[in-house]
Each structure stands twice: as structure tokens, then as C-alpha cells.
């Protein structure tokens, strides 16, 4: 008899756990309904004990309108970034809770908040960044790409921006996911520009943007190629990798990378960059060559190639692979600034032994030789200079650089020219 009173007692306090848990969720309803959003919050905030006990239902009921309460509070300003993470974990458990128990009753009407929470993360992001927030920032993209997990490319920003804040681990184990995915990034942006905001929008799809432009709400539209990402995706993965010791490991990945992908340059590239990190330059030569009869009037693997050269002190190949991209496009803006910059590299070798000279006629000497091949130094990167600003005329980095090379030289009307270009 006993036994059975336990039973009974057991019963009757997952009854009274019920009606409690009902009577809690109808109250913060009526709460919000009144646009008393804090008044929710809290009510919620209690009855989140009960929900053990609750009916699969009653679940999807209650994270359903606590979504709803975290969103509203966060549109309202009020602690925003935690309120907006909390209503997206609700609408997560939400569409969990429903998917398991089969049925769909709230699913369709929090899609729209979540959209809603998924762009309002996005943006929060992205003003994140901009103050050097990294952390946060990469935490919020990862957060919309769990409310969206088609929209692949947060994950792949959330894991640079982990990437960014030094957060290596972190960074790795969303490569791996990426890499799970076998994820490319690769497509067409198909662009027209906005007649009312003048600004550019993006559209789905080719269709949609010549609509646009047949209708007359949108003008000049012009093809972004999106050039692949696995090269960018396997690369942090293998810096990662060697950062922590693991150069084998990172070998190792990039080799799977290319037997998946065997057409795509950027990983030989960065097959290339890892075997040069390690000071393997038979090798490094041996890809980059692979790379070249690939494509040998790709602009931009040329330009590449240019880099990878800069950055293994290979000087004189940089420089042919960065006159080769201009070749190839004489738009090219980055190939003429970065000749630009190797040319003007070599000046700090002679302001080095400049400063090192005293006052001796041999030294008074040398220093008139080394001025000589200062000048010569500022007078080699001026046409490299002057074509990246015929090319990108509101480059103030590459005006400024010009500047103080005419400066340098002494070239006052052509300082004074530029100058008055620039106010």
C-alpha cells in the first residue's frame, strides 16, 4: 500500500508541477502582451525550474515566448547583445524541442525572428570589429550561423575573426568544420547599383538583378567573381597546426585538401607557403612551378606568387611575378603598390649604414654615394606610385607615399600638383 501512495504522491506533484508550469507561461503572455517585457523575463526566468517536468508542448510553448521576450528586450536596447544570444538559444531549443516531438506548431512563426536575430547578430559583428572586439565579434557570427547553418560563410568569417583574436583553438576546430563540409565559398555576385540610394545591392541570383534593372529600380549592373576560400581555410589551419608543434599534421591536411581538390591553385599555393614557412625550398620551388603551368596568365596567382617570393626575401622573382601580374592586367592596383613598396624596402639597408657614418672625408664620401642610391630608390617606386593613383585615384595610403617621395626628392611642383588633387 505503501508503494502505491508514493506512486500517487509522485503524480500528483508532476500534476501540480504542470498547472504551475501552464499558469507561469500564461502570465508572462499576459505580460508581454502588455508590453511588460522585464515583468516576462522574470516570470519565465522562474518557471525555467518546472520545465522538466513539462509536456514536449509545453516546452516549445514556453522557449517560444521566451524568444519573443529576450527579442523584445533586446529591440528595446536593454542589454542587447545578451538579451539577443539568449532569444536566439531559445528559438534553437525551441525548433529542437519541436523537431523531436514530431510536431511544428511554433517552428514557422519564430523563422522570421530568427532571420530577424540572425542579421541584428551579423551587424553587431560587424561595428565589433571595427573597434578590434574580435572576440565578441566571432562569437556572434558563430551564433547566426547556428541559427542558419546554410548560410555557411559566418562560419567561415566566425572562425577568422576567432583567427583575429588570437583564439587559435577555437579558429581550428571551425576549419575542421568547414573542412568537414568540404566548404569552397566559391560563386557569382550578381550586382546592380540602387537608382534612389546609389549604392551597389546584391541579388540572389542573374535573374532577379536583370528584373531589377528591366524594371528600372537599378542601373549598371555588373558579375563579382568569388574566388575560392580553401586556400585561405587550409592555410590558417596549417599555421595553426605548426604554431602548436604540429607541422605534420598540417602537411598532412593540406595533402587531403588537394586530393579532394585537385583543381584548385589556391592550395598549392598554400601547400607552397607551408613548405616554405619550414624552410623546405626544394619543394616550395617544385609547387610553385606546378602552379604557374596551371595558370600562367592568372593575374592574381601570379600577384600571389609575387607575395609568397616578397615574404621568402626572394627579391628578384617578387619582382618579376608582380611586373608578370601587371602584364597580364595593367589594372592591377596591388601589383603596382606592392613593387612599389619592395622598391622602397631598400632604403632602410642605406638610412641603416647612413646613421652608422661619422665625419671623416671617407665617410663624408660614402654617405654621397649612399644619398645617391637613396634617390635612385624614391626615383624607381615614383612610376610604380603614380600608376597605382592613375588606377585608384582615392588611394590616400598610395597619395600620401607619393607625397613624401616627392618631399624626398625635393620635386616641389609635382608635390604641390598632387596636393592640390587631394584637398
Known amino acids: 500500500m505503501k508503494s502505491k501512495y508514493a506512486v500517487l504522491a509522485s503524480a500528483l506533484l508532476i500534476s501540480v508541477a504542470s498547472f504551475a508550469q501552464k499558469d507561469e507561461i500564461k ?3 499576459k505580460a508581454l502582451k502588455k508590453g511588460s517585457t522585464q515583468e516576462a523575463a522574470t516570470i519565465l526566468q522562474g518557471a525555467e525550474s518546472l520545465l522538466s517536468n513539462a509536456s514536449a508542448d509545453e516546452k516549445a510553448q514556453f522557449f517560444f515566448l521566451k524568444g519573443n521576450t529576450y527579442l523584445e528586450l533586446a529591440n528595446k536596447n536593454v542589454d542587447t547583445d545578451k538579451n539577443l544570444a539568449l532569444a536566439a ?13 514530431g510536431k511544428a506548431k511554433f517552428s514557422a512563426q ?3 525572428s530568427i532571420i530577424d536575430i540572425k542579421y541584428k547578430l551579423i551587424n553587431s559583428a560587424i561595428a565589433d570589429s571595427k573597434v578590434e572586439k574580435h ?11 547556428l541559427l542558419d547553418k546554410k548560410d555557411t560563410l559566418n562560419l567561415y568569417y566566425a572562425a577568422s575573426t576567432y583567427v583575429n583574436a588570437k583564439e587559435y583553438d577555437t579558429a581550428l576546430k571551425m576549419y575542421e568544420e568547414l573542412k568537414r563540409m568540404n566548404y569552397s565559398g566559391k560563386g557569382t555576385s550578381y550586382l546592380a547599383v540602387n537608382k534612389i540610394s546609389d549604392k551597389e545591392d546584391l541579388f540572389n541570383t542573374l535573374a532577379e538583378r536583370d ?17 575560392s576560400k580553401r586556400g585561405e581555410i587550409y592555410k590558417n589551419m596549417a599555421l595553426i597546426l605548426v604554431e602548436g608543434g604540429k607541422t605534420e599534421e598540417a602537411k598532412k591536411a593540406i595533402e587531403e585538401a588537394r586530393a579532394a581538390n585537385p583543381d584548385d591553385t589556391s592550395l598549392i599555393l598554400t601547400q607552397a607557403n607551408l613548405y616554405l614557412e619550414t624552410k623546405d625550398f626544394d619543394t616550395y620551388k617544385k609547387l610553385i612551378n606546378e602552379v604557374l ?3 600562367p596568365n592568372d593575374a592574381d596567382l601570379v600577384f600571389n606568387l609575387g607575395v609568397i617570393s616578397g615574404n621568402a626575401k626572394d627579391l628578384v622573382n617578387a619582382e618579376k611575378y608582380y611586373d608578370r601580374a601587371i602584364a597580364i592586367n595593367p589594372k592591377y592596383v596591388n601589383a603596382y603598390i606592392n613593387m612599389a613598396a619592395l622598391k622602397l624596402d631598400a632604403e632602410t639597408g642605406i638610412i641603416d649604414e647612413m646613421n652608422k657614418l661619422g665625419a671623416s672625408d671617407k665617410d663624408m664620401k660614402r654617405y654621397a654615394v649612399l644619398k645617391t642610391q637613396r634617390q635612385n630608390v624614391f626615383k624607381s617606386a615614383i612610376p610604380y606610385l603614380v600608376k ?11 597619395a600620401k607615399t607619393l ?12 608635390k604641390k600638383a598632387l596636393q592640390a588633387k587631394m584637398n
Do not use: C, F, Q, W
Not at 135 to 145: E, H
Not at 388 to 398: H, I, M, Q, R, T
Open 135 to 145: 572576440s565578441d565579434s566571432a562569437k556572434k557570427l558563430y551564433d547566426a550561423y
Open 403 to 414: 607625397l613624401n617621395v616627392y618631399s624626398a626628392l625635393e620635386m616641389t611642383a609635382e
Open 89 to 101: 538559444d531559445a528559438y534553437l531549443s525551441l525548433v529542437n524541442a519541436e523537431k523531436a516531438s
Open 27 to 29: 502570465a508572462a503572455e
Open 293 to 295: 603551368e596551371k595558370n
Open 211 to 227: 528584373r531589377a534593372v528591366k524594371l528600372g529600380t537599378h542601373e549598371k549592373p555588373t558579375v563579382e567573381v568569388i574566388p
Open 110 to 112: 519564430a523563422a522570421t
Open 388 to 398: 597605382a593613383l592613375e588606377v585608384d585615384p582615392k588611394n590616400d595610403d598610395v
